[in-house]
């Protein structure tokens, strides 16, 4: 009887465990075709997951072809901005070379109303105009202007083009302007024109002796330019007046147009007899041994000798004679150096002096 009990448990606890067993595997299979579902769906035995490119990596694979798409439109983009870009420049290029023609043009037509020239000469006159604007770094128009205003001087087309260059070299040297550099240039040609300097030795003069003291070729064309005819007529060369100039620049830092307008002034109250009188009461020589007068850097050098031993007062009255009341300081400075055992005066004039080609070099270089 006990035995048939436990045979029955036994039976029954087997068929729930098969119904569980059965249970479980519907479960499984229902998760199977949900899983299949998400995947996009089971093949034939409801056991295969579809290919690569479908579901999910279809997206990934459309997004990877969308970003093709746009790297190939935006290199579209930038190939048409540089052929436009190119195009525009082309098209700016076109129209500065029309106007540069325009104004070339109209610049030789400017400088022929003066020379009057023939189509040839004219032609020939531009190569050397253009030949100078590369040799000295300068703007055509620039070129054109200081032949303009050297063309109205009456020089002939081949002297013009020289004095051209050599303004435009001190323009390159200086940082004048090139209106300013031909008018100091044709101011010191013009008043030095009996010692026959040419315009490229007195920028090679500038040019050494630029190099060698503390002052500037600038300086020494504003100075000239102030006083280069007072100082003619003092009988004052070309070399003295830029030694002076360097002299007196070192000692006052004053700039070339002040110690050219002192000069000026200097020179030319030493030529009154007045002047020259009281000079020579006080001991100084004015004239040479034949009574002929001295230039006026060899009174200024014959003053600066006696001038130390001379009392306060009458050193007051006689560099007021001789300079002015505005112009006393720079007429000390003058005396103190030429008095000087080390006179700058003494060596700016020996480098003034041996001058060569010394504008040109620093051109080139």
């Known amino acids: 009887m006990a035995r048939d009990k436990i045979t029955v448990d036994l039976l029954l606890a087997t068929k729930q465990a098969e119904r569980e067993i059965a249970r479980i595997n519907r479960k499984l299979g229902d998760m199977g075709k949900t899983m299949g579902k998400a995947f996009g769906g089971t093949g034939a035995g409801g056991d295969k997951v579809r290919a ?3 579901g999910l990596s279809k997206a990934t694979v459309k997004a990877d072809e969308f970003s093709k798409s746009m790297e190939a439109s935006n290199a579209r983009v930038i190939a048409f901005g540089a052929s436009a870009g190119l195009i525009m420049g082309v098209d700016r290029a ?3 070379m029309v106007a540069s023609s325009i104004k ?3 610049a ?5 109303v003066v020379l009057n020239a023939t189509h040839r000469d004219l032609e020939k006159f531009g190569k050397g105009m253009f030949k100078i604007a590369k040799d000295t770094a300068q703007g055509f128009d620039t070129v054109a202007e200081a032949a303009t205003e050297l063309a109205r001087q009456g020089l002939g087309m081949e002297k013009t083009l020289g004095r051209t260059k050599d303004a435009l070299i001190l323009t390159r040297l200086t940082g004048m302007n090139a209106a300013d550099a031909v008018k100091s240039l044709t101011a010191a040609v013009n008043s030095f024109n009996k010692e026959g300097v040419t315009s490229a030795q007195i920028i090679n003069r500038m040019a050494k002796v630029d190099a060698a003291f503390a002052v500037s070729s600038e300086d020494l064309a504003k100075a000239i330019s102030r006083v280069g005819a007072s100082a003619v007529s003092a009988g004052v060369n070309m070399n003295e007046l830029m030694a002076i100039t360097t002299a007196v620049q070192q000692k006052t830092a ?3 147009a002040v110690i050219g307008n002192a000069f000026k002034t200097i020179f030319t109250r030493l030529q009154r007899k007045d002047v020259l009188q009281n000079l020579r ?6 004239t040479d041994f034949n009574g002929n007068a001295l230039s006026g850097i060899q009174v200024l050098q014959n003053l600066a000798k006696e ?3 001379l009392g306060k007062a ?3 009255s006689t560099a007021e004679q001789v300079a002015g009341v505005f112009q006393v300081n720079i007429l000390k400075a003058a005396l103190t150096d030429l008095s000087s055992a080390n006179s700058q005066y003494a060596s700016s004039l020996r480098v003034a002096s041996s001058a060569t080609n010394e504008a040109y070099e620093r051109n080139e270089q």
């Open 52 to 54: 690569l490119g479908t």
């Open 94 to 96: 076109l129209k500065a």
């Open 104 to 106: 070339v043009e109209k």
């Open 108 to 112: 030789l037509l400017d400088v022929n």
């Open 254 to 256: 004053r700039g070339g």
């Open 281 to 286: 009461n006080l001991g100084v020589a004015v």
């Open 307 to 309: 001038f130390d031993g």
């Open 314 to 316: 009458t050193q007051a």
